[in-house]
């Protein structure tokens, strides 16, 4: 079945740090591949998306590339915030569901 | 602004006595989700609505089910919580594939559930 393997966490970084979290996938077919940010207490936020192979999702400053050839999907940030601390799970589409990484924790350091 | 409302955000329960948490949107999708999260996982699905069609997960406990009354409004009763119930239960909401391909989720800011 599809599958979403993400970096294990937590990943500890200090502010205006580049940050790279490695996301590769396991599919059949096409599907879109997310990326979502949940911040202590809260439900999840959709932070960027792309539908097909070498589109390239933003959004916040983040970045993540459709990557057929390598299946993957990494996440990337030239310059994190102390805000930007939170959980991020990648993501991918199957029919009416999506299928969850186990998620990253995001610790940035002022 | 539309969105998905969860309520309560808090609540606390007995082992064995019932509850409902309830969740509404304003985003008119056609499909509505039900995830449990426990710490530091993914959110788990427990079951989704397709419009009225309920459909369950294969590995969902009986102990949870859900009614979905009209396009607003979903619930999700458990019967008789036990401890390891305690959880953060997740609302999503998405428009169904039919409409486009991007089939995103919405979520609402979620219930965490307490079990004494």
């Known amino acids: 079945g599809n599958s979403v393997t993400q970096m294990e966490g937590p990943v500890t970084l200090s502010e205006e740090a580049f940050l790279t979290i490695n996301c590769t996938y396991t599919?059949?077919?096409?599907?879109?591949l997310f990326w979502y940010v949940q911040y202590p207490g809260e439900g999840l936020q959709l932070l960027l998306k792309a539908t097909k192979a070498d589109d390239k999702g933003s959004n916040k400053g983040f970045e993540a590339t459709y990557r057929k050839e390598t299946t993957s999907f990494h996440l990337e940030k030239g310059s994190v915030q102390v805000s930007d601390s939170a959980v991020y799970f990648c993501?991918?589409?199957?029919?009416?569901?999506?299928?969850f990484g186990k998620g990253t924790r995001l610790h940035i350091l002022p | 602004d539309a969105m998905v409302i969860q309520n309560p955000r808090y609540q606390v329960t007995q082992f064995g006595k019932p509850v409902t948490l309830s969740c509404s949107q304003t985003l008119n999708h056609n499909v509505m989700y039900w995830y449990q999260q426990k710490s530091s996982q993914a959110p788990k699905l427990l079951f989704h609505?397709?419009?009225?069609?309920?459909?369950n997960e294969a590995d969902t406990p009986d102990n949870f089910q859900s009614r979905r009354p009209n396009t607003s409004f979903c619930f999700l009763d458990i019967r008789s919580p036990g401890l390891g119930d305690a959880a953060m239960y997740l609302c999503a909401t998405s428009r169904d594939r039919a409409s486009g391909p991007y089939n995103e989720q919405f979520f609402g800011p979620g219930t965490r559930l307490t079990v004494l």
């Open positions: 599919a059949t077919g096409y599907p879109s």
């Open positions: 609505y397709y419009d009225k069609d309920f459909n």
């Open positions: 993501a991918l589409s199957e029919g009416d569901k999506i299928i």
